[in-house]
């Protein structure tokens, strides 16, 4: 049983900036993959960015240069600082957990670029 709650989403003009947390806690392994999906109104969820107990990452082609994924595994927290935000970058933002025992996801957080 694992369960991650997000923070940190909110509204923001374009340019600007947001730093989302997500905590995980329970049974969580050593070993896990830790990331952020987001899903945008009459859109799919998609990856957005990903980053294993070991600190490697991955990122979408389009967050690439703009976000940056984060973690810390003494507190089994991810974070995603996401800066130049466009009006595309709005969605809900999902935290996902992966390990051999299971797939988790948070409830979400919106994020909202706008003038």
């Known amino acids: 049983q694992v369960q991650l709650v997000e923070s940190g989403g909110g509204l923001v003009q374009p340019g600007g900036s947001l730093r989302l947390s997500c905590a995980a806690s329970?049974?969580?392994?050593?070993?896990?993959?830790m990331g952020w999906f987001r899903q945008a109104p009459g859109k799919q969820r998609g990856l957005v960015a990903r980053?294993?107990?070991?600190?490697?990452?991955t990122y979408a082609d389009s967050m690439k240069g703009r976000f940056t994924i984060s973690r810390d595994n003494a507190k089994n927290t991810v974070y995603l600082q996401m800066n130049s935000l466009k009006p595309e970058d709005t969605a809900v933002y999902y935290c996902?957990?992966?390990?051999?025992?299971?797939?988790?996801w948070g409830q979400g957080t919106q994020v909202t670029v706008s003038s």
């Open positions: 996902n957990l992966f390990q051999e025992r299971g797939n988790y």
């Open positions: 329970g049974n969580i392994f050593r070993l896990n993959t």
């Open positions: 980053i294993t107990s070991g600190g490697s990452t």
